[in-house]
């Protein structure tokens, strides 16, 4: 079993910045891709930025391309997501999760590859 807890979350103005941090437990989290996704208010959950199990190659969503960095921490057991520039629209619960493949060359957008799922931390930007 794998448990994924988010932190980092809160309230901030619109061009602040946040960091979101998901710390792993119960597998080899170094050899698994991890990927961040988010739930805006009434919409469906969608993909924001991914890390392979290296932290070599990442993927970005368009809309927060520029903006939102994603890195990773294996003696930690974390990876994180940084978010600069914060809009209204950011507003959603985000979620961590971990890939269902080991070694996967490119980290997965879809949320279907990814088969553990942390609780969620909840972002308000405020305009």
């Known amino acids: 079993q794998v448990q994924l807890v988010e932190s980092g979350g809160g309230l901030v103005q619109g061009g602040g910045s946040l960091r979101l941090s998901c710390a792993a437990s119960g597998r080899t989290f170094s050899t698994y891709a991890m990927g961040w996704f988010r739930q805006p208010p009434g919409k469906e959950r969608e993909f924001v930025a991914a890390?392979?199990?290296?932290?070599?190659?990442?993927n970005v969503a368009e809309s927060v391309k520029g903006r939102f960095t994603i890195s990773r921490d294996n003696g930690l057991n974390t990876v994180y997501l940084r978010m600069n520039s914060l809009k209204p629209e950011d507003t959603a619960v985000y979620y961590c999760?971990?890939?269902?493949?080991?070694?996967?060359?490119?980290?997965?957008?879809?949320?279907?590859?990814?088969?553990?799922w942390g609780q969620g931390t909840q972002v308000t930007v405020s305009s």
């Open positions: 999760a971990a890939d269902s493949i080991t070694k996967r060359m490119v980290p997965p957008v879809v949320p279907n590859a990814y088969v553990y």
């Open positions: 890390i392979s199990w290296s932290g070599g190659r990442t």
